[in-house]
């Protein structure tokens, strides 16, 4: 027997190697468990949209602070004493209104911005002795008219398609002054696409007949308001117009938001107010579009506290007529505690003053 035979005696049978396979399988067996496990403890979190399925973590979420210390976010100085269901505004400062010249205007809807109608636009506002536009960028639907990069805007394709940046130009080169009308709390568009954002009840998405109601204190959403209104400003925007900043008439509103108490609407409507003033009231005039209701009462159904928003606000928009017109800029000077009647701006289908007023249509009433 040679040497290799009595060596075989001694270690018969197959050299064993590492087996790579086996390892690969094992791995993939531990990956496939484990997401297992994520997904059954995830699952409660999974939330089916119109495209697609999402993780909604409360944990990453933001707890919103109520605005206590308001003097800290307001501008300089006018005194005035005020206070809101346990919330302390009587420290409010600010120079709301401060250079604000008459605004003479025309409104335009959102399905009228494009460049023919703008320059109809600009036509008829020049035989009314008006020179601006008012335009409606962002109406209830949510659609922006412009492209805009919003981060919700590109997430969730809200943007339009007018070329609204270079329309801008070419107005303020006809030497119109530009307001932009930004729609707030109502916006149907981003809660079939993001329903986090949205206010609720006990049975699903809070809507009414006006549309789906954003949550003010969400602060996404009010993120997303603020790149809007920045967008805007940059484009050349002159000021913006917030419409619908409002809360919905209804029982047993559940916010996005965790709070540690319940918020009036009031508290809702005046803290998202004030939020935008600090985000954006050394940028360009804010203004507030009103309801009738709350301008005559003080307090509207809608939640609009006007001896706290008239504070906030450069200038206060409000449907008023010749009849009205009077009763309606008292109520204003008041609540701003102003004597300049600019501040005020009625609209309607006629200008029932020679001071500040906005029309709702580019046909010749005969009463201008």
């Not at 559940?254 to 709070?259: D, L, W």
């Not at 009625?346 to 906005?358: E, I």
Request: charged content about 20%; aromatic content about 12%.
């Amino acid at each position: 027997m040679n040497e290799q035979q009595r060596n075989w005696d001694v270690y018969p049978g197959k050299r064993k190697t590492f087996n790579w396979l086996t390892v690969a399988v094992i791995v993939v067996a531990l990956i496939i468990g484990s997401f297992m496990l994520m997904f059954s403890s995830f699952q409660k979190y999974l939330v089916y949209r119109q495209d697609g399925v999402y993780l909604d973590l409360p944990f990453l979420e933001t707890e919103v602070e109520e605005i206590t210390d308001v003097e800290s976010v307001m501008r300089d100085p006018v005194q005035a004493e005020l206070s809101l269901d346990g919330y302390d505004f009587s420290n409010v400062k600010t120079n709301a209104g401060e250079n604000i010249s008459t605004l003479k205007a025309m409104y335009v809807t959102y399905d009228q911005i494009n460049d023919e109608s703008l320059q109809n636009y600009v036509s008829r506002a020049k035989l009314n002795n008006a020179s601006a536009l008012v335009l409606q960028v962002k109406p209830e639907s949510g659609q922006l008219v412009y492209p805009s990069k919003a981060s919700l805007a590109t997430g969730y394709g809200l943007g339009g398609t007018y070329e609204l940046a270079a329309k801008v130009i070419s107005l303020k080169e006809q030497d119109m002054y530009l307001v932009a009308d930004v729609t707030c709390m109502l916006d149907s568009m981003i809660v079939t696409r993001y329903m986090g954002t949205a206010l609720g009840t006990a049975t699903g998405v809070l809507a009414t007949e006006s549309g789906y109601w954003m949550d003010p204190y969400n602060t996404q959403y009010r993120q997303y308001l603020v790149e809007v209104c920045k967008e805007l400003i940059n484009m050349g925007f002159d000021e913006i117009m917030l419409s619908y900043v409002a809360h919905p008439v209804t029982e047993g509103v559940i916010y996005s938001q965790t709070m540690t108490t319940t918020p009036t609407a009031e508290a809702a409507v005046s803290s998202f107010a004030i939020y935008m003033e600090k985000e954006l009231g050394d940028m360009a005039p804010l203004s507030l579009r009103c309801s009738y209701d709350a301008l005559i009462n003080g307090v509207g159904s809608n939640g609009q506290d006007m001896t706290v928003l008239g504070k906030v606000f450069d200038r206060i928009f409000c449907s008023a007529d010749k009849n009205t017109y009077d009763a309606c800029l008292a109520k204003a000077m008041e609540y701003m505690d102003t004597t300049d009647p600019d501040r005020f701006v009625p609209y309607g289908y006629s200008s029932p003053t020679d001071s500040s007023w906005m029309l709702l249509t580019w046909v010749d009433t005969g009463e201008d």
